[in-house]
């Protein structure tokens, strides 16, 4: 039998690949992004920040959506009578883990709305293997920022930039309580990530969830639609 989750999630995915284009170009998607007044569109990691803008935008227009509430300092990005984030996942990478949110937020989020869930969009990444897209983002942003000219100062090599991405499928996945957050911990398909770590500054940073989406029980998967 199909749950409320089940639906909900159908429901989403169903009306994403309506509204996501096969192909973005990571020039255009952060042009678009600072003209229509998104405070991301300086992100190096550009693709997920183009994807919450898109469904802000657009997916409100095809289904009730609204944003979901705030946790301490997690806002979260998409509530119907559920709550789920928005995610960006590499094809390329299936290995890699993907960063969910703050812990605390997350673990909150399960007891006071029935659950946690995340809708990720999965696709083909182009990288900027000339440096030539770094370049125009960082004179589109006026200049290297404090962190860069930090990085270059102490020798450190800096990340490729994804310049393209073609989607190919969503994916929503959904964390229905505690329990299942705890063998998720437990079977490794779930960890941490910052754990421990501290700032510049000293000061601790807050540790966010991670999952190995290859890892993850079948279960757990609400939906699935291919581009």
């Known amino acids: 039998m199909t749950s409320s989750i089940d639906r909900e999630a159908q429901a989403i995915v169903a009306n994403l690949k309506k509204i996501i284009p096969p192909k973005i170009d990571g020039k255009q998607a952060i042009l678009k992004m600072k003209n229509e007044g998104s405070r991301n569109w300086r992100q190096m990691e550009w693709i997920g920040f183009w994807f919450e803008h898109l469904v802000a935008n657009e997916l409100s227009k095809k289904i009730a959506v609204s944003v979901g509430p705030t946790i301490g ?5 998409l509530s119907l009578n559920y709550v789920w984030d928005l995610k960006a996942h590499p094809e390329s990478q299936p290995d890699k883990p993907m960063i969910l949110n703050d812990c605390e937020a997350v673990e909150t989020c ?35 920022s404090k962190y860069e000219v930090k990085r270059i100062s102490r020798g450190a090599q800096s990340r490729r930039r ?17 329990a299942t ?19 510049s500054n000293g000061t601790a940073r807050r540790s966010k969830y991670q999952i190995a989406l290859h890892k993850a029980p079948s279960e757990i998967f609400v939906a699935r639609i291919k581009l």
């Open 73 to 77: 300092n997690t806002t979260f990005d």
């Open 110 to 144: 399960i007891t006071n709305h029935s659950g946690f869930g995340f809708v990720v969009v999965v696709g083909h990444a182009e990288f900027d293997e000339t440096g030539h897209f770094k370049a125009w983002h960082d004179a589109l942003k006026g200049g290297r």
């Open 181 to 199: 957050l705890r063998r998720g911990l437990d079977e490794g398909w779930l960890g941490y990530f910052q754990k421990g770590m501290r700032n």
């Open 162 to 178: 994804k310049r393209e991405f073609s989607p190919t499928r969503i994916d929503a996945v959904f964390i229905p309580d505690a």
